[in-house]
């Protein structure tokens, strides 16, 4: 049985493009790369993610840029790496010395993830302290509600196939109330 490397790629937003990284996981002789554009906070809804892991088999690895395009806390992280690791999977990120295959590419693998989680809790600080700063000038106010015309157009673009990023710009729409009416449709 010949092994596969496989490669996953993720941007945050939108407006961001995988390209660099599915470059470098092909470079990285990578046989297929998984690509999404999703946030990396929750495994829920990383469709991608998801099929990469169902096709992944015993002596395959599974290749990322970097530990933070696999994931955001150092649960998710430990929960993906410790699945890979009882199916015989290896682990590696092109741009960090990590290699699941050796001791100090675990060791390393955990620092990352310690540091990587730090920062995501150091970042929702510096916002919610912000948002407060902003409320108590009376500056913030958070957005208009969403008229019930400008939601309907949303979800019947979804229903008719329309991608998110497409929606965005047909409907004027932000991009965080495009995904949110599209969570709600997925979940009824």
Do not use: W
Not at 34 to 57: A, D, M, N, P, W
Not at 149 to 176: F, H, M, N
């Amino acid at each position: 049985m010949t092994a596969h490397r496989y490669g996953y790629a993720r941007v945050s937003t939108l407006d961001q493009s995988t390209s660099i990284q599915r470059e470098a996981l092909e470079a990285a002789g990578c046989d297929r790369v998984y690509e999404e554009q999703v946030s990396g906070t929750k495994r829920e809804g990383r469709e991608e993610l998801s099929r990469v892991l169902e096709v992944l088999r015993k002596g395959d690895t599974l290749v990322v840029t970097r530990i933070d395009r696999l994931a955001r806390s150092m649960k998710d992280l430990q929960d993906i790496v410790h699945d890979l690791k009882q199916r015989g999977i290896h682990l590696e990120a092109t741009e960090q010395p990590i290699d699941t295959s050796s001791a100090a590419g675990k060791a390393f693998l955990d620092m990352l993830g310690v540091f990587a989680e730090f920062e995501t809790n150091l970042r929702k600080e510096r916002q919610l302290e912000g948002i407060a700063k902003a409320k108590a000038k009376g500056v913030y106010k958070g957005g208009a509600p969403l008229s019930d015309e400008k939601k309907a157009l949303v979800r019947r673009l979804y229903e008719e196939g329309v991608k998110p990023a497409d929606i965005v710009r047909q409907s004027g729409v932000g991009k965080t109330s495009v995904f949110k009416i599209i969570k709600e449709l997925r979940t009824q």
